[in-house]
């Protein structure tokens, strides 16, 4: 199943949840996964996503740093 994070294609596996995803889009941009935690997820209308959501064919999803204030 293909989706989209930050305009970067990432292949994940039937059944995968948007944690799974973003651990895969960390590791090709070589980025440490221990970052998953201080990532915000949305949809490309804005919405925040939940880590533990499904994921879908197709599906364009924005990351970004959580704020720390």
Same mark, same amino acid.
């Given at each position: 199943?293909?989706?989209?994070?930050?305009?970067? $294609?990432? +292949?994940?596996?039937?059944? !995968? *949840?948007?944690?799974? !995803?973003?651990?895969?889009?960390? #590791? =090709?941009?070589?980025? %440490?996964?221990?970052? @998953?935690?201080?990532? !915000?997820?949305? +949809?490309?209308?804005?919405? *925040? @996503? +939940?880590?533990?959501?499904?994921? %879908?064919?197709? =599906?364009? $999803?924005? $990351?970004?740093?959580?704020? #720390?204030?």
């Amino acid at each position: 199943m293909r989706l989209k994070i930050n305009r970067v $294609i990432v +292949d994940v596996f039937e059944g !995968a *949840e948007v944690q799974h !995803a973003l651990l895969m889009y960390l #590791t =090709r941009r070589r980025m %440490s996964t221990k970052l @998953i935690d201080q990532l !915000a997820v949305y +949809d490309i209308w804005g919405h *925040e @996503i +939940d880590q533990q959501a499904p994921v %879908s064919e197709h =599906r364009e $999803i924005r $990351i970004r740093f959580k704020d #720390t204030k």
